[in-house]
């Protein structure tokens, strides 16, 4: 079975630090791996999809990438603000039989002080 | 463009009442529609998710159920309530057409048990 993994479980960060957010994954055979931001008591909004193809992917201030052989991806913010502060997780969609599901990390907490 | 809808936004309820949670999404069709419950702090945990009129996967033995009478509408219910079932519900859809796959997620409902 799929896990994912997202270390840390909360980053404090002054405003303006560029920072990376971790994502890992037990099993390489993947369709895709999306990240999604969540702001409290909210749902999740979708920030960036990499298919198992691509090594990176880009969204204004935001860097995902892939390595599908070690079973990682980033999501690089620069210049943070504090409009940045929430809890970004993400999600592997695997191949194989449970190729409808998705498995999620949970989460990394972002504070990003003004 | 397409909207997903879930309602009602906040419930309370007591221990052995029934439960019913509903999900709707608009502009697309024959969409995979999923339902998850994400406990305080922590990741999400898939519940049931479903790929057409009528079929359901389960995927957490439980006292929830759910349906899907329509194509773009899908229920969460139970007959009765533990405390246990507390938690953030959020449903969401993925487009099951060609091209990239993103998954797309309701304001979800927030439930307490008492």
């Known amino acids: 079975k799929q896990e994912v993994t997202q270390i840390p479980a909360a980053l404090s960060v002054p405003e303006g630090e560029n920072l990376v957010l971790n994502c890992s994954f037990t099993d390489s055979a993947i369709y895709n791996l999306q990240w999604f931001r969540q702001d409290p008591g909210k749902g999740l909004t979708s920030l960036l999809l990499i298919q198992s193809s691509q090594r990176e992917q880009t969204s204004g201030r935001l860097n995902a990438s892939l390595d599908k052989s070690s079973g990682r991806s980033t999501l690089y913010i620069a210049a943070s603000q504090p409009g940045d502060s929430a809890t970004y997780l993400c999600?592997?969609?695997?191949?194989?039989?449970?190729?409808?599901?998705?498995?999620f990390g949970s989460g990394t907490k972002l504070n990003v002080k003004p | 463009s397409q909207t997903i809808h879930q309602w009602p936004a906040t419930l309370v309820q007591p221990v052995g009442s029934p439960l019913s949670l509903e999900c709707t999404v608009e502009?697309?069709?024959?969409?995979?529609l999923y339902w998850y419950r994400q406990a305080a702090g922590r990741g999400l945990q898939l519940l049931f998710y479903?790929?057409?009129?009528?079929?359901i996967s389960s995927e957490v033995p439980q006292n929830l159920s759910a349906s899907r009478p329509q194509d773009r509408q899908f229920i969460l219910s139970s007959k009765k309530l533990l405390l246990s079932d507390s938690g953030f519900y959020l449903c969401a859809w993925r487009w099951t057409g060609t091209g990239v796959s993103e998954q797309y997620f309701g304001p979800g409902t927030r439930l307490t048990v008492t």
């Open positions: 479903s790929v057409g009129i009528g079929q």
């Open positions: 999600a592997v969609r695997p191949r194989g039989d449970n190729f409808n599901k998705f498995y």
């Open positions: 502009g697309t069709s024959n969409p995979n």
